[in-house]
Nanobody, 128 residues
Framework: QVQLAESGGGLVQAGGSLRLSCAAS????????MAWFRQAPGKEREFVAA????????YHADSVKGRFTISGDNAKSTVYLQLNSLRPEDTAVYYC?????????????????????WGQGTQVTVSS
């Protein structure tokens, strides 16, 4: 079993920054993929970014490219999401998720199905 715990959310003004963390515990391997999704009120959960532990490849949604950066510390089993230049439309609950393996296509990475474990989420609120 794998447990994921997000932290770092909060209230920030537009243009500000936050750093989210996701600590994984349990049987997680260096070949796994970890990702961040977000869900705003009344909307579906959407892909934000992913990192393939084994190869170190990262992927970001077009809506956050150039503003958000995913990174990871394999030794600590922790993945981070640096959020810069935040906008009110970034307001959402941000979730960390993980799935075995790293041979996933971009479309598979972007889909919520296939991710076996999810965290409880952390709220990010951006005021205008």
């Amino acid at each position: 079993q794998v447990q994921l715990a997000e932290s770092g959310g909060g209230l920030v003004q537009a243009g500000g920054s936050l750093r989210l963390s996701c600590a994984a515990s349990g049987r997680i391997f260096s070949t796994w993929t970890m990702a961040w999704f977000r869900q705003a009120p009344g909307k579906e959960r959407e892909f934000v970014a992913a990192i393939k532990w084994g190869v170190g490849s990262t992927y970001h949604a077009d809506s956050v490219k150039g503003r958000f950066t995913i990174s990871g510390d394999n030794a600590k089993s922790t993945v981070y999401l640096q959020l810069n230049s935040l906008r009110p439309e970034d307001t959402a609950v941000y979730y960390c998720a993980t799935r075995p393996g790293s041979s996933w296509s971009l479309s598979q990475l972007q889909s919520t199905s296939g991710y076996m474990f999810w965290g409880q989420g952390t709220q990010v609120t951006v005021s205008s």
